[in-house]
Every structure is written in C-alpha cells, then in structure tokens.
C-alpha cells in the first residue's frame, strides 16, 4: 500500500521488482505464467499493483478491489488498528458504528471483523463504491444482518445515531496536485481523492453535521492531511466536542483526529 504523496517517479524511472515480487506471491503463488508475464506488462505500464492482483489486506480482511475503488493506504490501516484496540478495551458490549467516505468499506469490514460485537452502516455518494463494499462484507463472511450500506451524499440519508463514526473523505488539496503520484492520478478514482482548492471542502461540512450523528459520549475518528491540522484545529475551536486529539501516524506525521462528544 502507498501513500498519494510518496511516488513521484514516471513509470520509465521506477524499480518495479517488490512490485512484481508482490504480483507473483499473492496472485500466482510464486509462479510465472503467460498471466503473470501479462500482469507485469500492466504494472510496468503503471497500473497500481493493488489493482492489478485484485485486492489488498487489510487488518486481517480481504479487501477486493474489482470495482476500482480508492486503494486503502497503510497509514489508514494504522489509526483504524488503534481505534479497534480502543473499542475493544474500553466497549464490553454492542456498538454501532458509521463508516462514512467508505469507498471500499475496508475501515467498517475491519471493525465488523475484529469487534464481534459491532454492526456498522456504510456510507458512500458513488454506486462503485455501494457494490464494493456490498462484495467486501460477503467476501469476508459478515453475516448480514450486522451491516448495512447508505448511498448518500454525506449524512443526507443518514437517519440514526452511533457510539463511533469512522471517516476517511476526499482531502487531497488541487492546489497540491503536482504532489500526487502519477499512477494515483491516471488510475484511482478522483471522487475520492480530490477534497477542493485547500482539501477542507468535505472535512468542514463533516465537521459541521457529524454531532448531530453521535450517541452521548460518542467518539469520532478522522484521517485528513499532515498539512491541514492547523486549519482542522481552527474549524474545531467553534466546536463543542469534550475532547479533541491530533494523532500521529506510524510515520510521525499527523494523520488522524479523535472527538468525543
């Protein structure tokens, strides 16, 4: 898994040998096939290897990804894996959680996986998304009446509350776009990428509803981008959440928040 930011190379200049390294073990057990040669063709091309073999893990899970949707970063895995430490801690009965953003449902299908006593609504505006996450829940044995998948524009259609909302929404700033790497650009979806001129416009709106959504004592966690603490820290202070807390990732950058209400 890479992060939007990290690769900058053109296709021509990268080394593309733990790529195929990956391709082969996970998709071909170690073999080389006329597939597998094909495989490689479409990675040296540039094409996400993540795309190419099919799906990722993530926490345990099987993330398919034949729909397209945004490929689940590492740092992403990091935070999720801390909020389920936490739950698991501190929550000794049913929880009701929201993945809000959910692309391909990779943060709520960890925390249906790893917490047995959770159910989780999904959200997403985009219908790839809806059938992704739909595939990612049976693929991982989510027995039904645990999940539940929204196709909203943000809390649109959202009509019950929850102990945890989870959220990872479009915050790339365009203003930032020759940061990105070439292979995000041409090959993941852009809806789920693209957050405005400054990356805010979906962290604010959120920011502003997601409250309303929270049980008493609700928690909230929230990725955005290590360039745009100082403004979320802004956006908070008109906030009436009882605790606020800037994490940082596995990378000593500053990745996610968490709110209590």
Request: aromatic share 12%; charged share 25%; proline share 3%.
């Amino acid at each position: 898994m890479i992060s939007f930011m990290l690769n900058k190379e053109t296709p021509k200049g990268r080394d593309y040998s733990q790529d195929i390294r990956w391709l082969l073990e996970e998709k071909y057990h170690g073999q080389m096939s006329e597939a597998a040669q094909t495989d490689i063709e479409r990675i040296k091309q540039g094409e996400p290897v993540a795309y190419v073999i099919g799906f990722v893990d993530f926490l345990g899970c099987k993330i398919d990804l034949s729909q397209k949707t945004l490929i689940p970063r590492a740092e992403t895995e990091f935070w999720v894996e801390q909020a389920i430490r936490s739950i698991k801690k501190d929550v000794p009965t049913g929880v009701r959680c929201l993945d809000m953003f959910a692309g391909s449902g990779c943060i709520g299908v960890a925390v249906l996986k790893n917490i047995p006593f959770s159910t989780v609504d999904f959200v997403d505006c985009d219908a790839t998304a809806i059938t992704q996450i739909a595939i990612n829940c049976k693929l991982n044995g989510i027995e039904a009446s645990r999940w539940k998948v929204i196709k909203s524009d943000g809390f649109q259609r959202v009509d019950d509350s929850y102990d945890y909302i989870f959220a990872n929404p479009p915050y790339i700033a365009k203003n930032r776009r020759s940061d990105v790497a070439e292979s995000v650009l041409t090959h993941e979806p852009r809806g789920a990428l693209w957050g405005g001129t400054d990356g805010l416009l979906y962290i604010k709106t959120f920011l502003d509803q997601v409250k309303e959504y929270l049980n008493e004592g609700g928690t909230v966690y929230m990725e955005f981008d290590t360039h745009q603490k100082d403004e979320i820290e802004k956006i908070l202070m008109t906030k009436s959440f009882n605790k606020i807390d800037f994490c940082q990732d596995q990378f000593g950058k500053w990745r996610y928040l968490v709110l209590i209400a």
